[in-house]
Every structure is written in structure tokens, then in C-alpha cells.
């Protein structure tokens, strides 16, 4: 990154409406000032249901923040006005979608906008016609991806452009952050073994899985209650609960999201993790961060995190993922086992690691 006379500035664009903040927010918001440093202000934008959260609001009050309206012209409109007056030179895209890719297509003609699409999530592969616009519009982007395999996979459907890892990392200080919870309060049992898992993805997260198993468990004479959080899609997952148990099981709780998510986390005596795809999943580094028995599939990003307390299971197999639970929940002691894999993670997610990797790929 090349300073000049003029300042500069990174434009990032989010398709991020979660009720928190989380460790996405927190994450750019440790990268600004890193940037700034580089000689670039740093500019977020929005989708125009964002601006109705209360994190939005409050990142205006200590950023420059913009939201996207409602039409394609007003939009291009929009981001050119924003690539014009904050002299942008790199257009940095978070869960990318393709009208908005369009956007910053027409939005940047003829400017010397160099544009990134970050991958957090597998790779969309349209076909058809879709297919085809998907191509024009990615064509010379830089991908960066959360994982190795994001990366190979961009690699593989878009060989000729540039594409980068750049491992995803955790803002520490937010676990540090909780409340003691009563679980009588929250509606749940005092007595029961308590998992959780985050689940607004049903099929991606592997929900049914987790239900099959929960249910199958109890059924035979254990006592599991499931939290479920859920940060969008509530109704849509409500109604595949009902309409393969009749209605929302005594066992299964559904509590919406927090910032202060270590909370949560204190509640439970597993984390469970049976999706079927996922890019770099920060709850499960947290879990594990805080010493909490991790049940997770065998795909690709999960094995990637080499977990050495991790209870691993052959992805969609209910059976093995039952019985990697009754391990995590045997009572076992491994507290030394714990406390070396949380030292790990420590180490291995910083977000300076990250900070310094992005700044990296922007000058590659």
C-alpha cells in the first residue's frame, strides 16, 4: 500500500444485517487503524437493513459508515459518490452476493479501483445463464479466503485470478465479556446436560442432524436439552422443527443471539458443530478457546483447525455423532488437555497475525 499526496481510503462492503456485532465488526474495526497507518481511511457500507441495528448506529458514531438503498441505479450512484470523495482504491466485499457485485462493477468504471471479495462461506457456483454473469462480474477480482480450502476452491472455479488466504481470527477480549445466566430463567432445565450449536442455516449447520441425535438420545434414556441460536431465520426454522417433531420439543431451546455470546457458552456442557459446510466457523474456535468439549464433523474446515480435544465425527453420520457426544459428556478430566489446546488457539488467531495478512494481500 503506496501513500500519496491525496489520502486514500478502503471501502468495505458487508451483506452482514446480525443482530451483534460479533467477532466480524470487532474484527474490522481492529483492522482501521492498522490501514490508517498505511496511509487509507477505511469506509464501511451496508445493506439497507442494517441501519436499523443498534451496532450500525453505534459504528457511525466512530466511523464512516453508509447504508445502500433500495434500487440498482441509486445504488451505483451511491458507491461512485463514495469512490469519488474518499479517493477509494480498494473495494474490499464480505459476503458477496451478485447485484451487489454488479454494483461495484458499474460503480467503479474507469476508476483505478483494485476490488477483493473475501470468502467466509463456500464459494457460490450458479449455473446457466447466472453462471455466466457470475463470471463477467468476478473476472479480475482478488479472492481472499477464510480457510485453505476456500482458497483451493476459488482457484479451481476461477484459475486465473489472484486468490489468498487469510486465516480468520478472534476478538479475545469479547469472550472476557459475560453475564451469569440462570438457565431456570431462560426455560431450561437445571438437571439436564445442556448442548449448544448455532443453527440459522438448517441444513448448512446440520440442525436436523443435531435434532436426530438429541432426540434419539433421549429417547433412550439420556437427559440433553439443545440451545439453539439462532440470529436470522427463525420462522423458517421453526416451522422444519414442527413439521418433523409436530412441535418444538420440551428439549430444544430457542434463544436469540447476544454480543456478549461467553454467556452462552457458560451454559453449556458441549458445543456441538455438525454442519455440512462452513468456511472458518468462529464458534467453534471459541468454544474450544474456552475449554468447553467441541462434537464437530470431519469436513474439511473443521478438520483444518486440528483440534487435539476436538470429538470429531464422519460428517451426517447420526450414529457416530451420538456417540462422540456421550464421550464429550463422560466426565472425563482433561483440564491440562484443555488449557494447552485454549494456549493454542490463543496463539494461532490473533487478530494482529490477521491485521498484518490482509494488509499483505492488499499489496500483492
Not at 434414556?221 to 440451545?227: A, F, V
Not at 413439521?243 to 456478549?260: E, M, T, V, Y
Not at 478457546?289 to 469436513?299: A, C, F, T
Amino acid at each position: 500500500m503506496k501513500r500519496n499526496d491525496r489520502a486514500q481510503a478502503v471501502l468495505h462492503f458487508a451483506d452482514f444485517k446480525s443482530p451483534c456485532r460479533g467477532n466480524f465488526i470487532n474484527s474490522l474495526e481492529y483492522l482501521r487503524p492498522a490501514v490508517k497507518e498505511q496511509g487509507y481511511e477505511t469506509v464501511y457500507l451496508f445493506p439497507a437493513a442494517t441501519a436499523q441495528r443498534e451496532w450500525a448506529q453505534e459504528l457511525k458514531k466512530q466511523a464512516t459508515v453508509y447504508f445502500l438503498g433500495a434500487s440498482l441505479l441509486q445504488n451505483v450512484k451511491t458507491v461512485r459518490g463514495i469512490i469519488k470523495r474518499y479517493n477509494v482504491r480498494i473495494i474490499h466485499s464480505h459476503f458477496y452476493k451478485l447485484p451487489y457485485l454488479l454494483t461495484f462493477q458499474l460503480a467503479s468504471l474507469f476508476r483505478r479501483v483494485k476490488h477483493f471479495v473475501h470468502l467466509h462461506c463456500a464459494l457460490t457456483i450458479h449455473s446457466g445463464f447466472a453462471r455466466l454473469i457470475e463470471k463477467l462480474l468476478l473476472g479480475g477480482k482478488t479472492f481472499i479466503g477464510c480457510s485453505e480450502k476456500l482458497t483451493a476452491d476459488a482457484k479451481k472455479y476461477y484459475p486465473k485470478n489472484p486468490a489468498y488466504t487469510a486465516k480468520n481470527a478472534i476478538w479475545f477480549p469479547r469472550l472476557d465479556e459475560y453475564e451469569e445466566l440462570d438457565k431456570a430463567s431462560l426455560g431450561l432445565s437445571t438437571s439436564a446436560k445442556t448442548l449448544m450449536m448455532f443453527g440459522f442455516l438448517y441444513e448448512v449447520k446440520g440442525v436436523d442432524l443435531a435434532l436426530e441425535a438429541v432426540s434419539e438420545l433421549n429417547e433412550s434414556g439420556e437427559d440433553l436439552q439443545l440451545i439453539l441460536i439462532l440470529t436470522s431465520n427463525v420462522d423458517e426454522i421453526k416451522g422444519k422443527i414442527t413439521k418433523r417433531f409436530g412441535s418444538i420439543p420440551a428439549w430444544l431451546h430457542l434463544l436469540p443471539p447476544r454480543n456478549d455470546i461467553a454467556s452462552y457458552y457458560r451454559l453449556c456442557d458441549a458445543f456441538v458443530a455438525p454442519s455440512r459446510s462452513e468456511g472458518l466457523p468462529y464458534s467453534v474456535v471459541e468454544a474450544s478457546y474456552l475449554r468447553i468439549p467441541v462434537v464437530l464433523s470431519n469436513i474439511p474446515a473443521h478438520e483444518s483447525l486440528k483440534l487435539p480435544c476436538g470429538y470429531y465425527f464422519e460428517s451426517e453420520n447420526v450414529g457416530q455423532l451420538k456417540a462422540r457426544l456421550a464421550d464429550a459428556l463422560s466426565g472425563a478430566d482433561l483440564s491440562d488437555a484443555f488449557a494447552a489446546q485454549a494456549e493454542q488457539i490463543k496463539n494461532d488467531y490473533q487478530l494482529s497475525t490477521w491485521a498484518d495478512r490482509i494488509i499483505e494481500i492488499y499489496t500483492l
